[in-house]
């Protein structure tokens, strides 16, 4: 895997999206795409787009646009979206079992191993086919398994407790809803936040202002 | 409610943080705190947090910190916590369900007061104590009750055919889990948008980057 450290993380975060428009771009049989007619269907400028796609090397050709399969590809493979990585998911309450059962986990890069909850009520439920565990059987799962990405749909006070075992364990990327700031304590691991409730704060203030 | 028209959109997206770290100090009894320990908690530097307080007025008193309680309150008026918006939400699939069920809308500045989706099947059952109703009976709820956001838990090709009813209908701030691109069309309204897969495959970019 080739490493792209000067990359801005502003660029990396466009990334999903051209991979989304250039997927369905795709999907419908287009071949090639200008930067213009991309960016009058993405909504970035045409100068922002050759910019962005020049920081991975281009894939470009002066005057005849962007072969779309490649693109899309060459974008697939910085995202990593067919490493397969294994990821176990802590928290089967109504948020982990919506994001086990909702989200596409394979097509993004993930194996969706193990999922995890302190609750024995659960354990033996199924979740997209996987069995939910007791919380007591994480340390021997990740033993035998080598899980290396765990997604939090739990609260901060218990990610704080699991995030130091789930390090020790060999995690090494978190998917977390909780608020916990785990960078903060492991910086050396990488960590996606998904913070619903300070997303909806943002739109209240949005909204506020259009009073 | 007053404007806050100059403040920058990453000034706004840090004061959903401050309100929760504020939050768990007033809750735990804390009266003051210096910029120095609230950027110790918060992992921001206090140059920044004096800066960023600084854009709605201050709050603090040199040399005497901030007053933990009218900081909490400033800044939940700023957010517009206390607005108690109607809303609504389109689409009780796994995604749509949980959403209901875990969030904390009404301290947020919400009050959700309906529940749509397109399966008759899921028609009159109940989450968080509403009932879900058909898609159909929209315009006729959204006449009798004005809500004024939505929150959408719906794929795009849905969102885009609704987007434009919500908004005829008196929407006017969306919280997005689609990938439709509603702010594109509607540049008036306010929108937040919750890109779980583009979370995802970011994550994916970073853990790779760790190979």
Redesign the interface.
Known sequence: ?S???GVSISV??R???Y??FLGELKENGTVRISSKDLSAKM?FTASQIRQDLNCFGGFGQQGYGYNIESLYNEIGK????N?N?KAILIGA???G???A?????ES???NLIGIFDKNEALSGQMLRGIPIRHIDGLYDFCRDNSP??AVLCIPSSAAEVFAPQLVELGI????NFS?Y?IS?HYP?????N??????????????????
């Open positions: 895997m490493k792209h450290d990396i975060k990334l999903p999206r991979y989304r909504g910085i995202l990593g979206v490493s990585r309450g109504n948020l079992k919506a994001i059962r909702h989200m596409s986990f993004r890069g993930f290396t990405v090494k990327g978190f998917w608020h700031d903060a050396n691991v990488a960590v996606e998904v913070h619903l409730s300070d997303s909806l704060m943002t739109l209240s203030y949005h909204v506020s202002q259009l009073d």
